[in-house]
């Protein structure tokens, strides 16, 4: 079994969770007989890093690197290589990228799947053309492919209430984390207990919030705990900017980071928070809870599937609730190592990249018995 993987910005993953959920899969989709390439774009990582992975390839073709040609240039030049090159399924991955899952269907007879994600169209960095378009991949990603698999249950209700659509729902995972003593992050900058945010800085992660929220902090709590945020921008740089420009000197901006230092600030974090507006599930709330770490997240109902009664939660979007309840959290150490054995129970229990990994496999064998 030939399977092309499109539509996620590139391999080895350094920042992203589309690109984090490829690498995943592929990691154990290769020992089980499934023959991948990773489609990549040579502008997201090092054009000549290793694959590290047997039964798995990285093509790098060419993209038109701006904020709303990035995606689906790369995603047109990969499907024409990938149907030449034959792949028996051509996997598809995000919204926009799934508008042209039927081509490789009519044109070659290839089976494809999408994975949706999240509802791009709903994200602030978006103009009314662009969100235009990704609406019409939501609809795209139910009606082209072979499949349509979600990442969470609030999406799977999402299609089925909103187009009448049966979709496959496999969810993010975790792995065992890697506990590491601070070495690296000192290099950082990081000097005292810190709270941490790990994403890209784009308006639906919040972070203008969690800055706003910890600037209300009392000053006494301030002096204890620097803020650090674990992210860059994603084509949205007048956003992380203004950011940078407004956020008090304990906030330390760190830029991406991923493994070893990823590792570190997770170990280490006094409390993680992620204020989110919009997600499709959460990996980084995922791997805060498997290190188990507190995680106070916003209340919409990806996160509130994921974090169950063991995390707790602010109302989405109110600044006041949020620097409430870190208040409360931070003045509380039981109360946080209460949240986060919890949640490091719950998420090593119900969330598992070998069980993604293996179900997304099985539809692969569903559309080839076909």
């Not at 969470?152 to 969810?171: D, K, M, N, W, Y």
């Not at 784009?202 to 650090?228: I, Q, W």
């Not at 204020?275 to 980084?284: D, H, K, R, Y």
């Not at 119900?350 to 076909?370: I, K």
Request: net charge positive; proline share 5%.
């Amino acid at each position: 079994m030939r399977v092309a993987m499109i539509g996620q910005k590139g391999y080895p993953p350094v920042h992203g969770g589309i690109e984090k959920h490829v690498a995943e899969l592929v990691a154990r989709l290769a020992p089980a007989g499934v023959e991948v390439t990773i489609y990549s774009r040579p502008h997201y990582s090092d054009a000549h890093g290793p694959t590290l992975l047997a039964g798995v390839d990285v093509r790098r073709l060419a993209s038109i690197p701006t904020k709303h040609f990035d995606a689906i240039s790369h995603t047109v030049a990969c499907t024409v290589d990938a149907v030449w090159r034959g792949y028996d399924i051509l996997h598809y991955h995000a919204l926009g990228p799934g508008l042209l899952s039927g081509i490789p269907r009519w044109v070659a007879g290839r089976r494809t799947v999408v994975t949706v994600h999240g509802l791009d169209w709903q994200r602030e960095k978006w103009g009314r053309v662009a969100r235009g378009i990704l609406r019409l991949g939501e609809h795209a990603c139910v009606r082209l492919p072979d499949r349509t698999i979600v990442v969470s249950h609030a999406l799977q209700q999402h299609f089925r209430e909103r187009h009448g659509a049966e979709t496959v729902c496999i969810p993010n995972g975790v792995s065992q984390p890697v506990l590491r003593r601070p070495r690296l992050m000192s290099s950082l900058g990081v000097r005292k207990p810190y709270i941490l945010f790990v994403g890209r800085l784009v308006p639906e992660k919040g972070c203008h919030l969690l800055t706003g929220a910890y600037a209300s902090l009392p000053g006494e709590l301030r002096e204890r705990f620097s803020l650090v945020i674990a992210g860059d921008a994603g084509f949205t740089e007048r956003y992380a900017d203004q950011l940078r420009k407004t956020a008090g000197e304990e906030v330390l901006f760190t830029g991406f980071v991923h493994g070893e230092v990823l590792d570190e600030l997770y170990t280490n974090a006094e409390l993680v928070v992620l204020p989110s507006t919009l997600e499709g599930l959460s990996i980084a709330l995922l791997e805060g809870m498997s290190y188990g770490k507190c995680c106070l997240v916003s209340d919409i109902p990806p996160n509130t599937e994921a974090g169950g009664d063991c995390v707790p939660y602010f109302s989405s979007g109110d600044a006041r609730a949020l620097t409430n309840r870190m208040a409360e959290l931070l003045a509380a150490p039981a109360d946080r190592a209460r949240f986060g054995a919890a949640a490091r129970r719950r998420v090593l229990k119900a969330y598992s990249w070998q069980e993604a990994a293996d179900a997304t496999r099985n539809v692969y064998r569903t559309l080839m018995a076909r």
